[in-house]
């Protein structure tokens, strides 16, 4: 975390107040590749894997961690030619993504051996399509019906209680084209908070690639994925469909806000001077101004994004000082001031 120092002098008193504010979010992670085999995105997924979490729950609910559905073990009974239900993996096997699409619904693609001897990498659908498609994890692969559009909404897994997650990706396979293929990442007010094309693959047919966005916080609500800029109907380009999803933990969207503190404690330390005095805070609001006093002065600073503040406050040793104390905002809107602190520093 990247520090600033600012400094307010107050000329009456000779005395200087320091802080320091909050640092900004990071920027999203992006990982992304493509190639011919697995073996040419492998390294990229497991990067990915290792940002979100080792934990691959199923069942449950975990801090942290992450998610995967490979499709692979999606009975036949779910599999072409017949649908796969919008919540079969928040309900049949909970991992808290459901599937939202403009079209008239998902498939899973059908294994080599299935009891309507369907085709596989949906042959069903059109009988060039297995020589098109490819898969990461053998041997099942996912589309939306007459849409090329796919969103995926957040649950902790096995409930209707909302959630947001640290980042989702995508397996994809024939991108042939810079700008066909994309994932779009929302928050809850629904406001962009990033969007990526999926990089073509190096093959004319059966590549794969991965685009995987990872945030700093559990931010994101919904990601769109547009996949290939057709619907799953004809070979034409650019034809694309999915495998592997991985995406973090959901974590739950309305949690019970922490108690609020602000809390003035007196210097532990004095040093060429100054006299470090101490402001924190729990359970203010996201980024909520923090309004340090002392007798004569006032300077303010920043919570973070999870309602925290720490602050060293330094002041002039040499006039002592006295009556140090802060306000600020909690989380549910409330004033909240802290204690007073006389130093007997000098
Ligand atoms: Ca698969
Ligand atoms: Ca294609």
Not at 83 to 86: D, E, I, K, N
Not at 226 to 231: D, H, T
Not at 340 to 345: A, E, G, H, R
């Given at each position: 975390?990247?520090?600033?120092?600012?400094?307010l002098?107050?000329?009456?008193?000779g005395?200087?107040?320091?802080?320091?504010?909050?640092?900004?979010?990071?920027?999203?992670v992006?990982f992304?590749?493509?190639?011919?085999?697995?073996?040419d995105?492998?390294?990229?997924v497991?990067?990915?894997?290792?940002?979100?979490?080792p934990?691959n729950g199923?069942?449950?609910?975990?801090p942290d961690?992450?998610?995967e559905?490979?499709?692979?073990g999606?009975?036949?009974?779910?599999?072409?030619?017949n649908?796969?239900?919008?919540n079969?993996?928040?309900?049949?096997?909970?991992?808290?993504?459901?599937?939202?699409t403009?079209?008239?619904?998902?498939?899973?693609?059908?294994?080599?051996?299935n009891p309507?001897?369907?085709p596989v990498r949906?042959?069903?659908i059109?009988?060039?399509?297995?020589a098109?498609f490819?898969?990461?994890?053998?041997?099942k692969?996912?589309?939306?019906?007459?849409?090329n559009?796919?969103?995926?909404?957040?649950?902790?897994?096995?409930?209707?209680?909302?959630?947001?997650?640290?980042?989702?990706g995508?397996?994809?396979?024939?991108?042939?084209?810079?700008?066909?293929t994309?994932?779009?990442?929302?928050d809850?007010?629904?406001?962009?908070?990033?969007?990526q094309?999926v990089?073509p693959?190096t093959?004319?047919?059966g590549?794969?690639s991965f685009l995987?966005v990872?945030f700093?916080?559990a931010?994101?609500?919904?990601?769109?994925?547009?996949?290939?800029?057709?619907?799953?109907?004809?070979?034409?380009?650019?034809?694309?469909?999915?495998d592997?999803?991985?995406?973090g933990?959901?974590?739950?969207?309305?949690?019970?806000?922490?108690?609020?503190?602000?809390?003035?404690?007196?210097?532990?330390?004095?040093?060429?001077g100054?006299?470090?005095?101490?402001?924190s805070?729990?359970?203010?609001?996201?980024?909520?101004?923090?309004?340090i006093f002392?007798?004569?002065?006032?300077?303010?600073?920043?919570?973070?994004?999870?309602?925290?503040?720490?602050?060293?406050?330094?002041?002039?040793?040499g006039?002592?000082?006295?009556g140090?104390?802060?306000?600020?905002?909690?989380?549910?809107n409330?004033?909240?001031?802290?204690n007073?602190?006389?130093?007997?520093?000098n």
């Open positions: 975390m990247k520090k600033h120092w600012l400094s002098a107050i000329a009456s008193f005395l200087t107040l320091i802080f320091n504010p909050a640092a900004a979010l990071a920027d999203p992006v992304e590749a493509s190639g011919a085999t697995p073996a995105i492998q390294t990229t497991n990067a990915f894997r290792n940002f979100l979490g934990n199923v069942g449950g609910t975990f961690g992450r998610r559905i490979n499709w692979d999606v009975p036949d009974a779910f599999s072409a030619p649908l796969l239900p919008a079969f993996f928040n309900s049949n096997s909970p991992r808290g993504a459901v599937f939202f403009l079209g008239t619904g998902f498939q899973v693609s059908a294994n080599s051996i309507t001897g369907t949906f042959g069903n059109h009988h060039v399509y297995p098109l490819s898969t990461f994890s053998p041997q692969l996912f589309s939306a019906l007459n849409s559009i796919t969103e995926t909404l957040f649950f902790i897994p096995g409930t209707a209680q909302s959630a947001t997650s640290t980042g989702f995508a397996v994809f396979t024939d991108v042939n084209t810079d700008h066909s994309k994932i779009e990442y929302f809850v007010n629904g406001n962009l908070l990033f969007s094309n990089l693959g093959t004319n047919r590549s794969l995987g990872g700093d916080t931010s994101v609500f919904f990601v769109r994925i547009r996949s290939g800029n057709r619907i799953l109907k004809t070979p034409n380009r650019d034809v694309v469909v999915m592997d999803f991985i995406y933990e959901p974590q739950a969207l309305h949690q019970c806000p922490p108690a609020a503190t602000l809390v003035a404690t007196n210097p532990t330390y004095s040093c060429g100054t006299c470090w005095g101490h402001i805070g729990t359970g203010l609001a996201p980024n909520a101004e923090v309004d002392a007798p004569g002065l006032i300077g303010n600073g920043s919570a973070d994004s999870n309602g925290n503040f720490d602050s060293d406050v330094g002041l002039s040793c006039a002592g000082w006295s140090l104390h802060a306000t600020s905002t909690t989380a549910t409330q004033p909240i001031a802290s007073t602190v006389n130093s007997p520093c």
